[in-house]
């Protein structure tokens, strides 16, 4: 029988416990209102030609990409969609309270592409841009940030130019990258005066598929490099560009909500967004194909789990549509057993191992030239100790004429050069068609250019 005493402590014990349980289950819930708060927008990007696009990821069950749902726990207006009303760029949203990083920091957005979406080892970079805007949430209006407040962006590396060109070690390339490609880690500052630090920084590089998946930092803090800040939104800007690509991708904007809550938060997007849009804010979307026919799980080869999901479609008698039309290996407008038999046949490598096939199109080429529209593109042009960008435009036979030109920054390992003294354009290699080309062209005045050697060359340069 236990005593007066010993009944008191069990019961103070049994009351302790209980607190302790309800302050674990109050802060696990609080971690999840804030977990759950803290979604944010992904970056999807992919190429299409010689341009760069961005738009929101909408993959479905991945995480970064439930527009929908961000949207509708941010209680928006119908039809409403992160797009500056006066200007027209993407909006993607991130949270500096999100778990991993903390109250003032935070890996999001991401940047991701789906297979086939990009070139493998294609190399995207960001270009910081505009200046920090901040959303006073008791003016509930936008403005410039508190004197000295600043969003540092950190974990961007900085290209070099240690690359092969080794046609033996490149898989099939021109030019590939190796392990000592990039320089030291690199950080961009935000801030009310505009950029500071490294105005461009690599995000990453893709795999052999063309798909990209990476996260760097946003930290808010003093010019000091004190982490923290007020309360309220900020707003980046940035572009993505791609040493394979001419053309970059159209500035968007990132909101970064630093201690808002759902309806404050929204509030701030909406002074940016302005009324809904019936309109999808997304560029065109390309038509991505299979890697090879038969591919219909997206691997680069077609082996039994190929013809095993194509069965199954079959006998589940799916109806062909976009999502599924890599199914339909003959191309009759029905899957069924056929497809699944032809994806047999295709698998022609013992055991059905993955094929070594050369890359379809060669990367970190300085020049491309598209018989289509006739344009060619110098994409790294060295004059001195000055690097440019420049478009050029068959005009007649042989001539090109001069379109646009534009100052930039060494990107490629063998540039374009052009002497200024004799007026001749050297290019070691332009791509066109699957194939590479040494030329040169001669300055004939009034921007044009006369073609005056064009040969066609292997693997390496000659």
Not at 28 to 49: P, T
Not at 236 to 243: A, T
Not at 376 to 384: A, H, R
Not at 385 to 399: F, M, P, S, T, V
Request: net charge negative.
């Amino acid at each position: 029988m236990t005593s007066p005493r010993q009944e008191l402590h069990r019961m103070e014990n049994q009351a302790h416990m209980t607190n302790r349980i309800r302050l674990n289950l109050l802060a696990a819930a609080l971690l999840l209102n804030q977990a759950a708060f803290a979604v944010h927008l992904d970056v999807e990007v992919w190429g299409e030609g010689n341009a760069l696009f961005v738009g929101y990821c909408r993959t479905p069950g991945v995480v970064g990409c439930d527009l929908g749902g961000l949207t509708q726990m941010l209680e928006l207006p119908a039809g409403a969609l992160p797009k500056e009303a006066a200007t027209g760029k993407l909006i993607f949203l991130a949270d500096f309270r999100d778990l991993p990083g903390g109250d003032f920091r935070t890996k999001n957005p991401g940047f991701q592409s789906i297979q086939n979406a990009l070139l493998p080892n294609e190399l995207l970079g960001y270009r910081a841009l505009g200046v920090l805007k901040y959303w006073n949430p008791t003016l509930s209006s936008w403005g410039n940030p508190p004197h000295g407040i600043q969003i540092t962006l950190f974990g961007g590396l900085e290209g070099s130019a240690e690359v092969i060109s080794d046609f033996s070690e490149c898989a099939g390339q021109l030019i590939c990258f190796s392990d000592g490609s990039f320089g030291i880690d690199g950080s961009t500052i935000f801030s009310a005066e505009g950029i500071l630090g490294n105005p461009e920084l690599v995000v990453d590089i893709t795999n052999n598929n063309g798909i990209l998946h990476t996260h760097l930092s946003f930290f808010l803090e003093n010019q000091q490099g004190e982490i923290g800040g007020p309360v309220g939104a900020y707003l980046v800007e940035m572009q993505l560009i791609s040493n394979a690509r001419f053309f970059p991708s159209e500035p968007f904007l990132i909101l970064l909500n630093a201690g808002l809550d759902e309806s404050a938060f929204a509030a701030a997007l909406v002074a940016l967004a302005g009324k809904p849009s019936d309109t999808d804010p997304d560029p065109p979307r390309p038509i991505l194909p299979a890697s090879i026919p038969g591919d219909v799980d997206l691997d680069s080869d077609v082996d039994r789990i190929d013809v095993a999901l194509i069965l199954l479609a079959a006998q589940n008698n799916e109806q062909l549509n976009p999502g599924n039309a890599m199914f339909d290996v003959n191309r009759d407008g029905v899957i069924d057993r056929t497809d699944a038999f032809l994806a047999k046949d295709l698998c022609t490598l013992r055991l059905c191992n993955i094929p070594i096939i050369a890359p379809a199109t060669v990367l970190n080429v300085a020049a491309v030239y598209d018989q289509n529209t006739g344009k060619l593109n110098l994409n790294d042009i060295q004059v001195s100790n000055q690097h440019y960008r420049a478009q050029l435009q068959l005009q007649d036979e042989n001539i090109f004429v001069l379109n646009t030109v534009q100052i930039d920054k060494p990107r490629y390992a063998i540039p374009v050069r052009y002497d200024i003294a004799n007026g001749i354009l050297e290019i070691p290699s332009v791509y066109t068609h699957g194939k590479n080309f040494k030329a040169t062209l001669r300055n004939i005045g009034d921007d044009k250019f006369r073609l005056e050697q064009l040969t066609e060359i292997g693997g390496v340069f000659e």
